[in-house]
């Protein structure tokens, strides 16, 4: 069967009760057949429920031409596809695609899962070693220490400090150097474990370049503009609240980083009136003993109180397979006055404490999931996430690179895109994998793991879903998809008049 006959084959027959394949006698009655199961199928996926006006449609017809055509592609030339080859491979490749750069302008919405020391891009981290008095050390091959101080620095290093304005001026260094210490992208790894390794290496690299106080504002204004640009207006990030310092090494408390963060954000969304709003789900170590939990618990209560407009939860971060289960947490979650956002099911294992935390973190009310990979092989869980309508937060870039899954086509998501479980898509940690925001997330779900039949109308529907099932009150719901729908209206009129395509178009599965 050829690529054409796998992808465009669609009988448009209404949605009937049919005799299974040892009753049919005829092609005919077997193309019937093929429809109303197809048709079936399409009525219980993500997406099913939006309908496109003249206009999407249009732009529809655009994108799904694009679409099959790198599906053509991929199927001709399977060495070279996209979600099967290392990121650092085809990152190039993706970002020239028409495609892509579609999903790029998009208005996507929101992003739920990202944490805040990994959402600006390399180049904003590269720039923050160039504030003045910036200190480097190199601790290994793979790690560096940065501290800020008009003299030699008192912080212990097991290197030498050096400023980084003297090596810049003596020739000797390159910004390329950092890279490799900002970013997993360009790194191999053998497993999941070593990447890991690898993985938290970076966080404690760009830790105290971005709590420095001047370097933290420019970080956040950094990040949310470049969110801005990739077509996300909103954002939930899993932050521990830094306390930042000075050049002095005065240090912020808690409160005085929150108050902060709401100033750049009231100035930011002065001036970005499409900009809808950035809250916070308070995030700390999964690793760390229950004295320390119960210590996290207790700056969560405090500091949702005096800031329940930002902060909005709690979650439980890091590596799952390493870290303390929910079960072993439970005694004190159990009867917080406190919305839960944990990471669950983020591992390979199966019938382990570590898949276990999804049945723990249903249990114990979780308003979504973060991840849930390993939620196919819990089916009990699995209907109650569908039926209490808990949304899954899926990274399908992170869990290729922390070595999840090695081609996003075998990515679980794409059950749950059959089946309609509710799901948002999300990037985790973009900076460290070299990616946008959000659009490169997008663009591999949509091409690489939704259905080749998964359109605009899929599309549309993740976007609506990161504002349905965001932790914002439902006033502040209504507010968001108005500003959203307004910014997307005007994409899909700016779409047609740069593809000068207008012409009727019926997307496949539309019903008349």
Request: some cysteine; proline content about 4%.
């Amino acid at each position: 069967m050829s690529i054409a006959s796998v992808i465009f084959v669609c009988a448009l027959v209404s949605v009937t009760d049919f005799g299974w394949s040892y009753q049919i006698k005829t092609v005919e009655e077997l193309k019937n057949a093929r429809g109303t199961l197809l048709s079936k199928e399409f009525y219980r996926s993500t997406g099913h429920n939006v309908t496109l006006d003249e206009n999407e449609k249009i732009v529809n017809k655009i994108m799904m031409d694009l679409k099959y055509e790198e599906i053509r592609q991929g199927y001709l030339h399977p060495d070279n596809w996209v979600t099967s080859n290392p990121l650092s491979e085809v990152l190039d490749a993706i970002n020239k695609s028409k495609l892509f750069g579609m999903i790029q302008s998009m208005p996507k919405g929101g992003i739920l899962h990202a944490h805040d020391a990994a959402l600006g891009s390399t180049k904003t981290f590269i720039k923050l070693t160039y504030a003045p008095h910036t200190w480097i050390c190199f601790v290994d091959e793979d790690s560096v220490l940065f501290a800020f101080a008009k003299d030699y620095p008192k912080d212990k290093c097991s290197g030498k400090w050096k400023l980084m304005e003297t090596l810049r001026k003596a020739g000797n260094f390159s910004d390329e150097s950092l890279i490799g210490k900002f970013s997993i992208q360009t790194k191999t790894f053998e497993n999941t474990k070593e990447v890991w390794k690898h993985f938290i290496k970076t966080f404690v690299n760009t830790d105290n370049l971005m709590e420095y106080k001047p370097n933290f504002e420019e970080y956040v204004r950094s990040f949310l503009k470049e969110c801005l640009d990739d077509g996300v207006q909103y954002m939930e990030i899993r932050s521990g609240v830094p306390e930042l310092f000075d050049i002095d090494g005065n240090m912020n408390t808690k409160e005085e980083t929150i108050m902060l963060i709401q100033e750049i954000l009231k100035e930011f969304k002065s001036k970005n009136p499409d900009f809808i709003d950035m809250k916070i789900i308070y995030g700390k170590n999964r690793r760390k003993s229950a004295t320390k939990t119960l210590d996290y618990l207790n700056e969560t209560l405090t500091l949702s109180k005096k800031f329940p407009e930002l902060i909005i939860g709690f979650d439980l971060v890091n590596q799952e397979d390493e870290g303390y289960s929910l079960l072993e947490h439970a005694p004190l979650l159990l009867n917080q006055p406190l919305n839960y956002f944990f990471h669950a099911g983020e591992t390979n294992w199966f019938g382990t404490t570590v898949d276990e935390n999804l049945i723990d973190a249903v249990l114990l009310g979780t308003k979504r999931i973060g991840h849930g990979y390993a939620l196919t092989k819990h089916p009990e869980i699995k209907e109650m996430v569908k039926l209490n309508d808990i949304c899954v937060e899926i990274s399908p870039i992170s869990n290729k690179m922390l070595h999840y899954v090695k081609d996003l086509r075998n990515h679980p998501v794409a059950s749950f895109i059959a089946d309609d479980v509710p799901i948002v898509i999300s990037s985790d940690d973009p900076s460290f994998f070299n990616t946008a925001p959000l659009s490169h997330d997008f663009y591999m779900t949509f091409v690489g793991i939704a259905s080749a039949h998964s359109d605009l109308r899929f599309l549309k529907q993740l976007a609506i879903n990161s504002i349905k099932y965001s932790g914002m009150s439902e006033d502040e719901k209504t507010i968001a998809h108005r500003v959203w729908s307004k910014k997307w209206n005007n994409w899909i009129m700016k779409t047609i008049e740069q593809h000068h395509k207008v012409h009727d178009f019926i997307a496949p599965f539309e019903r008349k």
